[in-house]
């Protein structure tokens, strides 16, 4: 009666699935030739990576002033896109640390493709502001490492100081906290290899794993230590990105509500882009059986909670905006100046895509199925970006002086560098996909006699059979 759990709640792992089943199910995407669906996947990624590169080493070459950039709007595209980045990265580090100190078990099936896209999406995002430098390979100023410059040091009071240390911080801790979960799944694939170089490779990546008592003891003990570690990151990260715009004095910026604000934000973003990579990876990989609609919901239930604390923050913003009745304050990035300005269409998006259409989440039969879940999870990370865009170009696009105010309008070279990060993100992802275990099916065996459907069923048969 130890694994007993009531038949009330869900299974999270449908079908009559044994303990060896699932070590099949979760290593043949890596034993078995990739499919054509796969190949098709990553020669667009690919191609679209490519023509990224292409842009980022024509930029480099020639300056940023093939950017869209003016003399008012020095932030524009990349830092939008740096955000967007960080907050798709976000979801990652929620799912694994805070819902394992949780003891949540719907996380079990999902926590390693969300730990995988954290680290993947703050490897889009640290492009941007190293290619915004102008000169990239002098980057490592940004650190205070020891020089021959005489008093050549780093600003520890700017906040853009504050974003490397916090960034290389999560991305350092994501890592880690990743691969230590890892090791029993690169265990498993070891003792199956057949080829030599793949059992080779992967008992190196499994560091001699062996399955005992022990070994699982500090594997344990360790998880809680990083999760503990990880989980201040989760409220720290984009606290402080918010900070490069809440301690600046430019209108719309300088705002208390920010923190809070953009941490609710980036779990919205990042929850969606779980949702879009998982739709598509439990078919391509035909896990249905453990990413279920009881993960799909749940999931959209964070959605809706974090996105309504975002509608709240919208709501605050454009009545500060209205309702102090400065000149300056209507054109800010939430206020009736935007509304009806020259980016109009940009607020309106914004609206459309993260209040609108996610409220379709409140309905069960919307909120349990994948097509709709698909579908709204690409609205929400389209409004997303649309936020940022907002927040940064609407701001900067309307100056204290009447002669500052100017439009901005992407490059070709704008438009290819972003397009060539989400070609980057995929192929990465599609790479990992193929060699690493997607599920954690070390942590997925503990689950399956409380969680598995037809442990469930015997247990529900017994307790029927008890009452008579």
């Known amino acids: 009666m130890s694994h007993y759990e009531s038949p009330v709640r869900e299974p999270l792992i449908i079908g009559h699935k044994t303990y060896h089943d699932i070590t099949v199910d979760i290593a043949r995407p890596i034993e078995n030739k990739s499919g054509k669906l796969w190949w098709l996947a990553f020669s667009i990624a690919l191609v679209t990576f490519l023509y990224g590169l292409g842009c980022i080493a024509y930029t480099i070459g020639t300056g940023i002033g093939v950017w869209g950039l003016n003399r008012t709007i020095g932030w524009a595209w990349d ?39 954290t680290i993947f999406a703050v490897v889009q995002a640290a492009l941007f502001p190293v ?10 100023w940004v650190f205070p490492v020891p020089n021959n410059f005489g008093s050549f040091w780093v ?69 809680l230590v990083l999760a503990g570690l990880c989980t201040p990151l989760v409220f720290s990260v984009h606290t402080i990105v918010s900070f490069d715009f809440a301690t600046s004095v430019i209108k719309g910026w300088h705002s208390t509500v920010y923190p809070p604000y953009f941490v609710a934000g980036a779990i919205f973003s990042g929850f969606a882009m779980v949702q879009t990579l998982l739709s598509v990876m439990r078919k391509v990989m035909h896990l249905e059986e453990y990413i279920t609609r009881q993960h799909i919901e749940l999931m959209n239930i964070v959605i809706i909670v974090t996105g309504g604390m975002v509608a709240v ?50 309905i069960r039969r919307i909120r349990r199925d994948f097509v709709w879940t698909f579908i709204i999870s690409i609205v929400v990370n389209t409004g ?47 790479l990992y996909a193929r060699t690493f275990p997607v599920i954690a099916q070390a942590e997925l065996k503990t689950i399956l006699k409380s969680s598995g459907e037809s442990y469930k069923k015997h247990h529900t048969e017994d307790d029927h059979q008890h009452e008579h």
């Open 79 to 117: 830092i939008t896109n740096f955000v967007w980045w960080v907050g798709i990265g976000h979801a990652g580090t929620l799912i694994s640390a805070v819902l394992l100190l949780f003891r949540q078990k719907w996380r079990m099936s999902i926590n390693r493709s969300a730990e995988a896209m």
């Open 131 to 140: 290619i915004h430098m102008g000169r990239p390979w002098v980057g490592y």
């Open 155 to 223: 600003n520890f009071n700017s906040p853009l100081l504050w974003d490397v240390f916090a960034i290389s911080t999560y991305f350092s801790v994501s890592v880690v906290f990743w691969y230590m979960g890892l090791i029993p799944d690169f265990a498993m694939i070891r003792d199956r290899a057949k080829k030599p170089f793949s059992k080779r490779i992967y008992g190196i990546l499994s560091m001699g794993w062996g399955g005992k008592a022990k070994h699982w003891q500090r594997h344990e003990e360790l998880s």
């Open 313 to 362: 923050a919208y709501a605050s913003e454009f009545w500060v905006g209205w309702y102090s009745g400065s000149r300056y304050e209507d054109f800010m990035y939430f206020s009736p100046g935007a509304a009806v300005g020259p980016y109009w269409w940009a607020f309106w998006a914004l609206i459309f895509c993260n209040v609108l259409i996610p409220a379709l989440l409140w």
């Open 384 to 430: 997303m970006w649309f936020e940022r865009f907002d927040i940064i170009v609407v701001n900067l696009s309307r100056d204290y002086l009447p002669g500052g105010w100017t439009m901005f309008m992407p490059t070709f070279v704008d438009v290819g560098i972003f397009i060539g990060t989400n070609g980057f993100f995929f192929v990465l992802f599609l």
